[in-house]
């Protein structure tokens, strides 16, 4: 009998969780609250110190910056230090969940991820109805950094695997490498290794006020150079310790390794938190050999990339049996337009970056009469215009009043069209952002598809403006 391999579900947790700290680069106290959210959510922090409090997605298109960090930002709010608890989530293979906090740092706790992963554990994880989304590798993706040598690559792989090797070309941090087999290793062989840094590192740290919130508990710390008893004295007094010294591994004597490859399993576990940020759960072997945050978010961009040609290329996938998202009356409180020219019928999925929707092409419809008797075909225009009112669902869906707004469309370049749409077709649309919406202008590509092939295409150019009063 062949065994039937069941789908794996999304998943959240059962309630809500807090956890506080200090944020290990502002010295800022902060408390972030965990939520459980609905499916296809995916992961998002809210900053609740803030008017409105605004959203961000755990997106890699958001990171700003990897100095000391993965830091993302949206519309001038951002969110720093983002690596360690997207790694516990991750770790938790949880999908969907709100993270909100009360300052614009997460908490540094002891410099790993142990303290997430235990309040998701103790919050309780449950799965939700719909299938989690996986990104297949199906050939090799590699990245090179020639500057600092580091290289990642990801090869196909039926779950995720990550290799690193870390080299720092030092004596005293020598060559290390580590291995997760399987997601399920992260709580008990990843989440608690510690950051860690160099004597040089901190020095410099200490010298531009960049570790406010740090005490030494915070980091393993590696002497790299020789260091006298003054300056042992002055660290003591730094990080309020009677006495520091340099043990024989050669690392202050602050903590005790809790595992004697410390290093690379928190670089690894810092590739996991990363690549969390493409949004979607990975099937294949990341080989990481000397890895940084830059890095890192490089080569998610890179993935992130591709995923964006392979859907962009692949139908959507919709269940027509349930309810859409938005039905032509709920379309109408956004678009101004009505009939006989509100073309567009369904809203199927709404995201930051894209919108699905769907026109279902009806022998009915006026221009069928002229276009063509005996033979109707619906013109090319109106296939673009159809495409282009779902884009602007999109761009009406970022603001407030969408009633007191219209969209006008400026430009459609690479418009083809590849296959006749006649009465019975159901065309579905899917626009992504080519870049973000930035001053009411908002470039999007388009792709229409029937029976899973590509009809219809096009880069449209659209601007949001006020009504004339």
């Known amino acids: 009998m062949k065994e039937v391999k069941m ?21 800022v106290e902060s408390t972030i609250t965990f939520v ?50 997207l790694a516990a989530i991750a770790g938790a293979q949880i ?42 590798v199906k050939r090799k993706i590699a990245y090179k950094d020639e500057n600092t040598g580091s290289e990642i690559s990801i090869t196909p792989s039926d779950k995720l695997k990550i290799s690193v090797e870390i080299d720092y070309n030092s004596t005293t941090l020598q060559k290390q490498d580590s291995v997760l087999e399987d997601i399920s290793e992260f709580e008990t062989e990843f989440s608690s290794s510690r950051t860690f840094c160099f004597l040089h590192e901190l020095d410099e740290l200490l010298k531009n006020n960049l570790i406010k919130g740090g005490d030494i508990n915070n980091a393993i ?28 591994k050669g690392i202050l004597n602050n903590l005790e390794l809790r595992y004697k490859n410390e290093p690379a399993r928190h670089k690894l576990l810092d590739v996991i938190g990363d690549l969390t940020l493409i949004g979607k759960n990975i099937k294949g072997h990341v080989i990481a050999k000397k890895p940084g945050h830059t890095s890192n978010i490089a080569f998610a961009k890179k993935i992130k990339e591709i995923m964006r040609q392979e859907m962009r290329n692949t139908a959507p996938e919709i269940d027509f049996s349930t309810a859409p998202l938005y039905d032509k009356n709920k379309i109408k409180t956004i678009l101004p337009h009505r009939e006989p020219f509100l073309f567009i019928d369904e ?59 219209l969209t006008f469309f400026m430009k459609i370049d690479n418009a083809k069209f590849k296959k006749k749409v006649v009465p019975g077709d159901t065309i579905i649309f899917r626009l992504n952002l080519i870049s973000p919406i930035r001053r009411g202008l908002c470039h999007m590509h388009g792709k229409g598809f029937v029976d899973g092939k590509i009809v219809v295409e096009g880069d449209l150019l659209a601007q949001i403006a006020p009504k004339k009063q």
């Open 7 to 27: 789908s794996e579900k999304q998943k959240t947790i059962k309630q809500s969780i807090s956890i506080s700290g200090v944020g290990l680069h502002t010295g």
């Open 36 to 85: 459980p959210t609905e499916e296809d959510f995916g992961i998002k922090f809210q900053r609740t110190d803030l008017e409105n409090k605004p959203i961000i997605e755990a997106d890699v298109d958001l990171v700003v910056h990897t100095n000391r960090g993965t830091n993302i930002e949206k519309n001038g709010v951002s969110i720093h230090t983002t690596e360690h608890v």
């Open 95 to 136: 999908d969907n969940l709100l993270i909100k906090i009360n300052a614009c740092e997460m908490p540094i706790l002891d410099g790993s991820a142990i303290e997430f992963t235990n309040a998701l554990k103790k919050a309780g994880i449950k799965n939700q109805e719909k299938d989690k989304t996986y990104f297949q």
């Open 221 to 248: 710390v590696i002497v790299d150079r020789d260091v006298d008893e003054k300056e042992l004295v002055e660290l003591a007094k730094t990080f309020k310790k009677e006495n520091i010294a340099v043990q024989k």
């Open 347 to 405: 809203i199927r999925e709404l995201g930051s970056d894209y919108i699905i929707g769907t026109k279902f092409v009806k022998e009915g419809e006026d221009y069928f009469k002229g276009h063509f008797p005996g033979e109707p075909v619906m013109p090319g225009v109106l296939q673009l215009e159809t495409m282009a009112q779902a884009g602007g669902v999109l761009l009406l869906s970022t603001v407030d009043n969408p009633d007191d707004y």
